[in-house]
């Protein structure tokens, strides 16, 4: 992955602005047997190759702090192109054992595909504090998003899938993939944040937020594909929309002991619904992107720090955390691998202990020593089936490794 990033600043009169533009290069391999689809009877293995084009621009002007009003005014846009080169293999030898014919070598399926994706967005934040202990903020932002996938001309796919899966032998039929244009989608939507918060005292401020959020759509390169294998199964979709989620958040931040001791805590609950997911097709495996059910998370998050002395440091964080798959259908079960109940990828509980020690070091710079002890509980990184294996349950993967026959 390659990065680069010009940021820019200029300070009004009253206010700031900063301009942040980013721009990054990622390649990603995703090389996976795919056998165990059909229970290892044939070989079915697919090696894609992926590269993002992503460019970021963020501009936004604060005003400067002080008075009954705060505010933030901003835009944003995001542009990412990726590419892929889907090439699905069979092996030689199970080719010749079973006299099928007619492939180049032993992939029976390649094609390059891209995908463009925009997102707009304008975003503004407002607190008014009606006393000195006591404001409340709002935030709106209004965004629009696109995503549009392309099948670009050249190489080839076959039906040897359906010869593999039926016992045929003989030459497949090669059919030279063309170019292809695809649905384009589109989506809108206002998503905002209100908080209240009230300081009972100097050292303690209290506060309740709630919030919303969504993520953009995405498209499928292989839309409108019916399975060669079972044609009454799903045809692939055009993508996946929007999901959403709301959350509500209760929490408190103090410090006591003249500043030497510090606390934040915060409890919080998240209601996502139309969870994104890569899935499978049942029939045949083709993978493509949908929407499936929702999830809840339900947690707490705390944080404690003791300044023993002006150089000597103690820090405490800690977390628990229950998410869980709570709406699920039969079908979306099958194709993403979810059950309902599943835990979402995070550990359940994870905490940090930090020893910092600050010292002079040399020609009047400071050094930090610190030891820190980190517990993370395990936890799942993926669903607990294989997707479009109902019941299955899932091994970890690995990179690309001999297919048995």
């Known amino acids: 992955m390659e990065t680069r990033n010009i940021t820019i600043g200029y300070q009004f009169n009253g206010a700031s602005l900063t301009s942040s533009s980013t721009w990054t290069d990622y390649a990603a391999l995703f090389y ?14 697919l090696d894609a190759d992926a590269w993002d084009e992503v460019f970021v621009q963020e501009a936004r002007l604060v005003s400067d702090p002080g008075g009954r009003f705060d505010w933030v005014l901003g835009g944003f846009y995001y ?3 990726r590419d892929v080169d889907y090439n699905y293999r069979s092996r030689q030898d199970f080719l010749t054992a079973r006299g099928i014919t007619g492939l180049p070598d032993e992939y029976y399926s390649r094609s ?15 607190t008014y504090r009606f006393t000195e202990d006591l404001w409340t903020t709002v935030g709106l932002r209004y965004g629009s998003t696109d995503a549009q996938g392309f099948q670009a001309a050249g190489g080839y796919t076959s039906n040897y899938l359906t010869y ?15 170019a292809a244009t695809g649905v384009k989608v589109e989506e809108d939507g206002l998503s905002y944040r209100v908080s209240l918060s009230w300081r009972p005292t ?3 401020t209290t506060y309740g937020a709630i919030a919303t959020g969504f993520r953009g759509p995405l498209v499928n390169a292989r839309a409108g594909l019916v399975s060669a294998i079972n044609p009454s199964d799903i045809i692939i979709p055009n993508g996946a929309a929007s999901d ?16 030497r001791f510090s606390t934040n805590l915060a409890f919080y609950y998240i209601d996502w619904n139309d969870i994104q997911v890569q899935a499978n097709r049942v029939s045949d495996a083709v993978q493509f992107a949908t929407n499936i059910g929702g999830a809840v998370s339900r947690g707490v998050e705390l944080e404690l720090g003791y300044f023993v002395t002006d150089k000597f440091s103690i820090f405490f964080n800690g977390s628990f955390n229950d998410a869980e798959v709570d709406l699920l259908t039969a079908q979306e079960a099958a194709i993403s691998g979810a059950v309902s109940g599943a835990r979402l990828s995070g550990p359940r509980v994870s905490g940090s202990l ?5 010292f002079d070091a040399f020609a009047n710079s400071i050094g930090n020593a610190s030891v820190s002890v980190v517990h993370v509980d395990g936890f799942p990184n993926m669903f607990p089936n294989v997707p479009g294996q109902p019941g299955v349950v899932s091994r970890p993967m690995t990179t690309r490794t001999p297919i048995p026959t």
Request: hydrophobic content about 45%; overall charge negative.
């Open 32 to 45: 996976v047997d795919l056998a165990g689809t059909y229970a290892q009877a044939f070989p079915f293995a």
């Open 112 to 126: 390059r595909a891209y995908a463009i994706s925009h997102e707009k967005a304008v975003f503004g934040e407002l």
């Open 354 to 358: 930090i020893f910092n020690y600050r």
């Open 202 to 204: 100097p050292s303690l």
């Open 164 to 178: 593999a899966f039926f016992g045929l032998s003989g030459p497949v039929t090669i059919t030279p993939v063309a």
């Open 79 to 81: 542009e990412r192109q």
């Open 244 to 259: 959403e989620l709301i959350s509500y958040e209760v929490g408190m931040k103090g410090r006591w002991f003249d500043n």
